[in-house]
């Protein structure tokens, strides 16, 4: 069973940046997909970012160039630096483990409690 906890949000100005931290316990981290979800309110779970065990990264295409996302498998940590944000990246955004990289959120096993992340204009 593998325990996720994110960390690191908050409300930034639009263009301004913030960088999200989710830390997981149990199961072996380096053998994980991880990706980050995002919610808005009244909409579906979207998977901004993932990365494969092997580091290989994926993007939405509403994110790329802004985000990146990253992974220290020493300190079992994956990151989301987000960059030049907008007030539509507004959401909860939920850290996701499983096996094999997919942007699909239904594929995610195990899930953290999600982040708030305000953008204002």
């Known amino acids: 069973q593998v325990k996720l906890v994110e960390s690191g949000g908050g409300l930034v100005q639009a263009g301004g940046s913030l960088r999200l931290s989710c830390a997981a316990s149990?199961?072996?981290?380096?053998?994980?997909?991880m990706s980050w979800v995002r919610q808005a309110p009244g909409k579906q779970r979207v998977v901004v970012a993932a990365?494969?065990?092997?580091?290989?990264?994926l993007y939405a295409d509403s994110v790329k160039g802004r985000f990146t996302i990253s992974r220290d498998n020493g300190k079992k940590t994956v990151y989301l630096q987000m960059n030049s944000l907008k007030p539509e990246d507004t959401a909860v955004y939920y850290c996701?483990?499983?096996?094999?990289?997919?942007?699909?959120?239904?594929?995610?096993?195990?899930w953290g409690q999600g982040a708030q992340v305000t953008v204002s204009s």
């Open positions: 996701a483990a499983t096996m094999g990289v997919t942007m699909r959120s239904d594929r995610y096993n195990y």
């Open positions: 149990g199961g072996t981290f380096s053998g994980y997909a």
């Open positions: 990365i494969s065990s092997g580091g290989t990264t």
